[in-house]
């Protein structure tokens, strides 16, 4: 492999500021959802403990969002820098999403989130709750259009192809919008968001009562965070049955590098294995353990259908997509396996933990928890990040050797006059700007949740509540 080749250093420099920036995304649409049902409790409640909770993981939740529009301005950057061929191809198609993204959802949130900030001591209760929840519904709508943006990438529809002048154009925006694709990946990417926020919530929570520090409101927002977990698991595993099947009806190469399937296996033999060592090629498997007809329902719902194999599906890509020159569609499958059993380890592997700490600390629990289920707990948060950061690898590294899905390979999407050293100079320097944003992030984040909430704040009923810096 040429280290120096503009296309594989740019696919490095765009994952990598991807996968950096998808830090911050998921955790921002879920704090942001936290943060409004914390502040909803408060107004129907009155209880002074929602109020601090709402205060304390906002403050997450800010450093978050103004770390997450920083990374992603940088990200939308290298569209024109290192992929301008493909920017071509597919600018009249994304540029319907991303205005809507940018003009309607991104603007949404910047409103009402200034209007949240500043408006805790001039607007009534109810309508400065509003403003949150404004901010939650747009994050929401910002993920919405920009997977509608991806999903295009996976299944293309809604466009017509003009060979004048090598772009796809958009004519159906509807149909963009309502791609089989996006609308089976929007829940599951949601759901995946609000899984996310709630380990961070349980983390801190747990900080916090194994040193004995704010117990009454810190037990409040740890069950809120258990409870959250298992409700986003079971909206997870439910989207996540969808996404397979549309993935498998526009993408059956992606649904068989998940699994390493070489040839097309139909009925008791269309099996999911959990675990397999064996060579790349599939010719030669030293322990596998697998679970019979689960990838058959998996791809089509039926114990006896058939699931189609690399080797058949190359074979037919072959003849279909001559005139791309490749002789493979399959993408890297040790990736694509493994990523597709972590996303679903690490995501299982959190919601135990949640099963588990509900258990601990029921209300007749003969003890409190110790303090190793304290640490689990405490250090369960990369659970669930890490299960969304593979989750979007697989989605990514899955597509491959495609860009866009049957129109355009990646290596055609590359910009024709950025060299190598141009790329890697600026590769490092991203990097590197992005390490030391990470140390302030985190730095941010942990002093502000070992801070916990300001338990000292009084508050009358009728009065407003005054703002705070953030």
Same mark, same amino acid.
Not at 100 to 109: D, P
Not at 253 to 260: F, G, I, Q
């Given at each position: 492999?040429?280290?120096?080749?503009?296309?594989?250093?740019?696919?490095?420099?765009?994952?990598?500021?991807?996968?950096?920036?998808?830090?911050?995304?998921?955790?921002?649409?879920?704090?942001?959802?936290?943060?409004?049902?914390?502040?909803?409790?408060?107004?129907?409640?009155?209880?002074?403990?929602?109020?601090?909770?709402?205060?304390?993981?906002?403050?997450?939740?800010?450093?978050?969002?103004?770390?997450?529009?920083?990374?992603?301005?940088?990200?939308?950057?290298?569209?024109?820098?290192?992929?301008?061929?493909?920017?071509?191809?597919?600018?009249?198609?994304?540029?319907?999403?991303?205005?809507?993204?940018?003009?309607?959802?991104?603007?949404?949130?910047?409103?009402?989130?200034?209007?949240?900030?500043?408006?805790?001591?001039?607007?009534?209760?109810?309508?400065?709750?509003?403003?949150?929840?404004?901010?939650?519904?747009?994050?929401?709508?910002?993920?919405?259009?920009?997977?509608?943006?991806?999903?295009?990438?996976?299944?293309?529809?809604?466009?017509?192809?003009?060979?004048?002048?090598?772009?796809?154009?958009?004519?159906?925006?509807?149909?963009?919008?309502?791609?089989?694709?996006?609308?089976?990946?929007?829940?599951?990417?949601?759901?995946?968001?609000?899984?996310?926020?709630?380990?961070?919530?349980?983390?801190?929570?747990?900080?916090?009562?194994?040193?004995?520090?704010?117990?009454?409101?810190?037990?409040?927002?740890?069950?809120?965070?258990?409870?959250?977990?298992?409700?986003?698991?079971?909206?997870?595993?439910?989207?996540?049955?969808?996404?397979?099947?549309?993935?498998?009806?526009?993408?059956?190469?992606?649904?068989?590098?998940?699994?390493?399937?070489?040839?097309?296996?139909?009925?008791?033999?269309?099996?999911?294995?959990?675990?397999?060592?064996?060579?790349?090629?599939?010719?030669?498997?030293?322990?596998?353990?697998?679970?019979?007809?689960?990838?058959?329902?998996?791809?089509?719902?039926?114990?006896?259908?058939?699931?189609?194999?690399?080797?058949?599906?190359?074979?037919?890509?072959?003849?279909?997509?001559?005139?791309?020159?490749?002789?493979?569609?399959?993408?890297?499958?040790?990736?694509?396996?493994?990523?597709?059993?972590?996303?679903?380890?690490?995501?299982?592997?959190?919601?135990?933990?949640?099963?588990?700490?509900?258990?601990?600390?029921?209300?007749?629990?003969?003890?409190?928890?110790?303090?190793?289920?304290?640490?689990?707990?405490?250090?369960?948060?990369? =659970?669930?990040?890490? &299960?969304?950061?593979? /989750?979007?690898?697989? +989605? #990514?590294?899955?597509?491959?050797?495609?860009? !866009?899905? %049957?129109?355009?390979?990646?290596?055609?999407?590359?910009?024709?006059?950025?060299?190598?050293?141009?790329?890697?100079?600026?590769?490092?320097?991203?990097?590197?700007?992005?390490?030391?944003?990470?140390?302030?992030?985190?730095? =941010?984040?942990?002093? &502000?949740?070992?801070? /916990?909430?300001?338990? +000292? #704040?009084?508050?009358?009923?009728?009065?407003? !509540?005054? %703002?705070?810096?953030?």
């Amino acid at each position: 492999m040429d280290w120096l080749d503009p296309l594989v250093l740019s696919r490095w420099q765009f994952g990598l500021t991807t996968v950096y920036h998808y830090l911050f995304v998921p955790l921002t649409i879920g704090m942001a959802t936290v943060t409004a049902i914390f502040q909803t409790a408060w107004v129907r409640t009155g209880k002074i403990e929602y109020l601090h909770l709402t205060r304390f993981f906002s403050k997450i939740f800010l450093i978050n969002f103004a770390m997450g529009v920083v990374t992603g301005i940088v990200q939308e950057f290298q569209f024109g820098m290192n992929w301008s061929d493909y920017s071509r191809f597919v600018g009249d198609v994304f540029g319907a999403p991303l205005a809507f993204e940018g003009l309607l959802a991104f603007f949404l949130e910047a409103t009402f989130i200034g209007l949240w900030i500043f408006g805790w001591d001039k607007l009534p209760k109810k309508v400065h709750l509003a403003t949150i929840w404004g901010v939650a519904i747009g994050t929401i709508l910002s993920a919405y259009f920009i997977i509608a943006a991806n999903a295009f990438m996976q299944n293309p529809v809604g466009y017509t192809y003009n060979p004048a002048t090598n772009r796809a154009e958009l004519t159906d925006f509807v149909a963009l919008l309502t791609n089989k694709v996006a609308l089976a990946a929007f829940p599951h990417t949601i759901f995946g968001a609000f899984m996310l926020a709630a380990g961070v919530v349980i983390s801190v929570s747990a900080w916090h009562l194994a040193r004995g520090q704010h117990v009454a409101t810190m037990r409040k927002s740890l069950k809120f965070g258990l409870w959250a977990i298992l409700v986003a698991t079971a909206g997870i595993v439910l989207s996540g049955d969808q996404l397979g099947l549309a993935m498998y009806a526009t993408q059956p190469m992606k649904m068989a590098a998940a699994e390493a399937t070489f040839n097309t296996v139909c009925g008791k033999d269309a099996a999911f294995s959990l675990f397999t060592l064996g060579t790349p090629d599939g010719k030669s498997e030293l322990f596998s353990i697998r679970v019979p007809y689960l990838l058959s329902l998996l791809s089509n719902h039926t114990i006896d259908g058939c699931v189609h194999g690399i080797n058949d599906l190359n074979a037919e890509y072959a003849q279909k997509f001559a005139s791309t020159g490749l002789t493979e569609f399959n993408p890297v499958l040790w990736v694509t396996y493994w990523a597709f059993r972590w996303m679903i380890g690490l995501g299982m592997a959190h919601a135990l933990v949640a099963v588990a700490g509900l258990w601990f600390t029921r209300k007749n629990a003969k003890r409190e928890p110790a303090q190793w289920m304290w640490k689990i707990a405490i250090y369960s948060f990369p =659970l669930s990040l890490g &299960a969304n950061i593979v /989750g979007w690898v697989f +989605t #990514e590294m899955g597509r491959q050797p495609w860009i !866009v899905f %049957s129109l355009m390979t990646t290596k055609n999407g590359v910009s024709p006059g950025v060299s190598g050293v141009e790329v890697l100079i600026s590769l490092i320097s991203f990097t590197a700007i992005y390490a030391a944003l990470a140390v302030v992030e985190v730095g =941010l984040i942990v002093r &502000a949740a070992k801070k /916990g909430p300001d338990i +000292t #704040e009084k508050h009358d009923e009728d009065a407003p !509540v005054p %703002s705070v810096v953030y």
